[in-house]
């Protein structure tokens, strides 16, 4: 495998230009995030009935909405075994991101759930 500059060329000699597909899609969910948690900071939390708009609800319904997101990813991971060509250790390094990615989320907002409780 062989860089240059931020192009990859890959094992069948196809080039993969990294930056479009990874690198902006993060930097533009990062900046999203950061303003909607900005603008939904000091407004009232829903801790019932429908919400779509993650920022809007309490810590315990955040708890909740990570638990139910656990069954989707694990289905998107068996999507991706099934329909991608990775190595067994890049599928490896994947879940163990899916996993921790979510025990945090989980962790935090449980956490945050409960002091919030206690005040």
Known sequence: MQQNDHFIITRGGDILNSFPFIIVPMIAVLVVST????????????????????????YRRRF????????IVSLLFLALYWFSDLTSNE????????FLLFSL??????TKWKKNEKS
Request: glycine share 8%.
């Open 35 to 58: 303003i909607m948690s900005k603008i939904y900071k000091d407004k009232e939390k829903k801790d019932t009935g429908f919400v779509l708009n993650y920022y809007r609800l309490t």
């Open 91 to 98: 599928y490896k390094v994947i879940g163990i991101i899916f």
């Open 105 to 110: 989320d989980i962790g935090y907002n449980y």
């Open 64 to 71: 909740i909405r990570a638990i139910w997101g656990v069954p």
